[in-house]
């Protein structure tokens, strides 16, 4: 059994996604250990309660230090014992000790095809704005095992999702939701709970 935990910042669909999935049985042998939200008003924290999945926050707000926060919020990650960490919408510069206790055991959903609109300072609707600016007529979603870099871990799926013409950034980050982002981060889940993940030469490959 993959037990694994969700990091959350904001309203939680990819949580949910999650949820959803491993209900729906398209999720395997994967239990959600615990969910970690930075902040206390995330609708993602009450999604974890309604589920009955053990939530807790962990904001800077409430240490002296941005070390002390770290401390805390690797050691809320290790009390559930994770096999695998996942940053579902997460916006937290990671602690370093975190990333390297969990490399290759994190993973990550970034709303664009990486490597294009991704780094430092791309998340949210600012990713789809700079879609639309450039005029891409495809974007999509990715999921990446996080190393030490922004975004820049090996690529484990990716799915395109058509820009269409007078799209806002409201409705393009919906449509990359809907269509990628709560398909491949359950199906990434799953194909690693069922041990149909690989690695070779520093990238990630589904096994056939
Ligand atoms: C998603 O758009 C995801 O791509 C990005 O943050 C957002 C999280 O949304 N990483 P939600 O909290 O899962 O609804």
Same mark, same amino acid.
């Given at each position: 059994?993959?037990?694994?935990?969700?990091?959350?910042?904001?309203?939680?669909?990819?949580?949910?996604?999650?949820?959803?999935?491993?209900?729906?049985?398209?999720?395997?042998?994967?239990?959600?250990?615990?969910?970690?939200?930075?902040?206390?008003?995330?609708?993602?924290?009450?999604?974890?309660?309604?589920?009955?999945?053990?939530?807790?926050?962990?904001?800077?707000?409430?240490?002296?230090?941005?070390?002390?926060?770290?401390?805390?919020?690797?050691?809320?990650?290790?009390?559930?014992?994770?096999?695998?960490?996942?940053?579902?919408?997460?916006?937290?510069?990671?602690?370093?000790?975190?990333?390297?206790?969990?490399?290759?055991?994190?993973? +990550? $959903?970034? #709303?664009?095809? =990486?490597?294009?609109?991704?780094?430092?300072?791309?998340?949210?609707?600012?990713? !789809?704005?700079? %879609?639309?600016?450039?005029?891409?007529?495809?974007?999509?979603?990715?999921?990446?095992?996080?190393?030490?870099?922004?975004?820049?871990?090996?690529?484990?799926?990716?799915?395109?999702?058509?820009?269409?013409?007078?799209?806002?950034?409201?409705?393009?980050?919906?449509?990359?939701?809907?269509?990628?982002?709560? +398909? $491949?981060? #359950?199906?990434? =889940?799953?194909?690693?709970?069922?041990?149909?993940?690989?690695?070779?030469?520093? !990238?990630?490959? %589904?096994?056939?």
């Amino acid at each position: 059994m993959l037990k694994i935990v969700v990091m959350v910042s904001g309203g939680g669909t990819n949580l949910q996604a999650i949820m959803d999935a491993i209900a729906a049985g398209k999720i395997t042998n994967t239990e959600i250990a615990g969910v970690i939200s930075n902040k206390k008003d995330a609708f993602a924290l009450e999604r974890a309660a309604k589920a009955g999945i053990p939530a807790q926050c962990v904001s800077v707000k409430d240490f002296a230090t941005r070390d002390e926060f770290n401390e805390a919020l690797l050691a809320a990650v290790d009390s559930y014992q994770p096999d695998l960490v996942v940053l579902a919408g997460f916006l937290v510069i990671l602690p370093e000790m975190l990333v390297k206790n969990y490399k290759n055991r994190m993973i +990550n $959903i970034h #709303p664009s095809l =990486i490597p294009s609109f991704c780094g430092a300072g791309f998340y949210g609707l600012r990713v !789809h704005e700079e %879609v639309l600016a450039r005029g891409n007529k495809v974007t999509g979603a990715t999921v990446h095992f996080v190393d030490e870099g922004c975004d820049s871990g090996p690529i484990l799926l990716q799915k395109a999702v058509e820009v269409k013409y007078g799209d806002t950034p409201e409705v393009l980050q919906r449509r990359v939701m809907e269509e990628a982002e709560w +398909n $491949i981060l #359950p199906q990434a =889940i799953d194909l690693i709970a069922n041990g149909k993940v690989m690695f070779e030469d520093g !990238h990630a490959w %589904v096994k056939e």
